[in-house]
């Protein structure tokens, strides 16, 4: 019962300060809301489930390695924002085509991103039902994404995003909330002498090839980049550097309170399994963290429904409205939904930006290299090499 009171005081100290003048008033804060309400959305659900199942003890290298390719990534974006601004990217030239490239990726991206939101959103939307099978989380996710099209192809998403700062602000309370139930359920552990190093399920390629089809659970610092017409370049470029701090401070905590308190088995690893290993720890986690998953998925799918709309209509010189890309973006959702299973999608929508962040290193690494800057073109030619690989290996959890 104590435990559920400071959780709950957490919870709501947090979500004060949020929303206090000083914070809330933060042009840096405002701008990092979109890429943290991305990073920390869905892959703060799954994460810790999947690599403590998979890499045991070995599980916060994993997700260190993981914010670290972000952040690396994150560096190739920002470089091209720079080149951009300083006329280095001429607007005819081989890199601008290949910027082009890019954003038709990423607007397929957000198109499986969406997917992947409210396949989540179905899970954990029956979670804590009596039915809480498969089938229901999938009807519940194709009625979510026919209300997202009829909200789109009628009205338009203005009404809804508003919802992106509430979302962020309850996310961030709740997470910070579950930290303190794991930090003193670890605590108890380890004064008992109760940790547990688990050996990993996975080594070698496979375990790499894991990795590579979860970078999706990393992603959305990207759209620091595509605020243009609310910050100016240095607060978007802060925002994306902030934001990957933030979301990497966050995830580490989160996964070594987390990977060393679970028997390896004892509990089925699944879409919605962080609902059943929070239930140990205190009986009020789920219910916020359902809370919180509802709020998140929806809000994020709305933003990226958004924004692959604008963004192919952009491209498109008009010739594709956003009514014919949201419904593009419901017809392929459906399909995922009754094909594939969550942990699959994760991986098509992590080698779907892997493709993104591919293209943007190589422009990066060509942009480099005329500007002079050698080895920082070496380095962009790696993460390219990297991007690629993900691309070609990168596995789903299962396979």
Known sequence: MLLNFAIVLTVLITALLLWSPRVHGSITWRAMTTPLASIIGSGFLVLGPILDAEYGKYAPVVMASLCLGAYLYGAAIRY?????????????????????????????????SVAYYLNLFGAFGVSLSTSGEPFFGQLLTSAIFMVILFVGWTHGFKSLEHMEYVSVTAKLAIIAGLLVGLAVYFYGRAADGGLIFNPP??????????????????????????????YDSKTRIRSMQW????????????ILLMAYVFERGELKLTETAIVDMMSVV?????????????AAQFSAAVADTSGSGGLITELSANRLTPRMAYLLLTLVGLVLTWSAN??????????????YYTLQASIAGITSWTQKHRWRSFGFAALTLLGVSIVVFGQAVGA
């Open 342 to 355: 969550v942990f699959e999608i994760i991986s098509y929508a992590s080698r779907a930006f892997a493709i």
């Open 80 to 112: 091209n924002m720079t080149a951009i601004e300083s006329g280095a990217i001429r607007p005819n030239g081989f890199t601008a085509r290949l910027d082009v490239a890019s954003s038709w990726s990423l607007g397929f991206a957000y198109i499986v």
């Open 282 to 294: 205190a009986p009020i986690l789920p219910v916020i963290l359902v809370a919180a998953a509802l």
């Open 201 to 230: 399920e996975r080594i070698g390629l496979s375990a790499i090839t894991l990795a590579f089809g979860l970078v999706v659970t990393v992603q959305g610092f990207e759209t620091s980049r595509y605020l243009g017409a609310d």
């Open 243 to 254: 934001s990957q701090w933030v979301s990497a401070a966050i995830y580490m905590s989160y």
